[in-house]
């Protein structure tokens, strides 16, 4: 499996259930940073795409081709999508970070028969929800989805007085999860 951006927070969550569905995980990254996330969210194998050619990197570990992508960007990952995703693959896409729109050059695709799932929770049904959640639930009741910087993301609390530094937080980049903490409050 194939998980863009795995030092994200959703990415770190694909990377542990990936994981405990028994996946072997490879994650993109933009950093050494990121990449150090990754791993103790437990990806396989890491690819800073900034420093790399990322497809060749993946190939190398999945000649074949992965079974899955987990596509955080598919408007600048989609020809990685397209070279890396084994015939008969799936390109699941849930968010659309830098892009609203995607290109999909259609020779590349039906040439390997693959499928394109688009995800919001808001929006699935009922029934699916329920699934998802007995799953996650069963993971987290197996140790197997975790938070916290040991986890690979990383938790930055403020109180709510400090709500503004939390703003600046969020805007600086930072990695991991701003939460504000209102139970003093």
């Known amino acids: ?28 990254v933009s950093s050494e940073e990121k990449a150090a996330l990754a791993r103790a969210a437990g990806a396989h194998h890491v690819v800073n795409y900034r420093d790399s050619d990322a497809a060749k990197e993946i190939l ?30 799936l390109v699941s896409i849930y968010a659309n970070n830098g892009g609203d729109e995607v290109t999909i050059p259609l020779r590349a695709a039906f040439g390997k028969n693959l499928r394109f799932q688009f995800l919001i929770l808001y929006t699935l049904d009922d029934d699916l929800v329920r699934a998802a959640t007995e799953d996650v639930t069963a993971a987290i009741a197996a140790g197997a989805l975790r938070v916290g910087e040991d986890a690979g993301l990383p938790v930055h609390h403020f109180a709510l007085e400090d709500l503004a530094a939390a703003h600046d937080t969020v805007e600086g980049g930072a990695v991991g999860k701003v939460l504000v903490d209102l139970a003093d409050a």
């Open 1 to 28: 499996m194939l998980v863009a951006g795995g030092a994200g927070a959703v990415g770190n969550a694909a990377v542990q259930l990936a994981r405990w569905a028994g996946a072997t995980v490879v994650t993109t």
């Open 60 to 89: 190398a570990v999945a000649p074949d081709g992965v079974d899955i992508a987990v596509e955080v960007a598919p408007a600048q990952n989609i020809g990685i999508d397209l070279e890396v995703v084994r015939v008969h693959g």
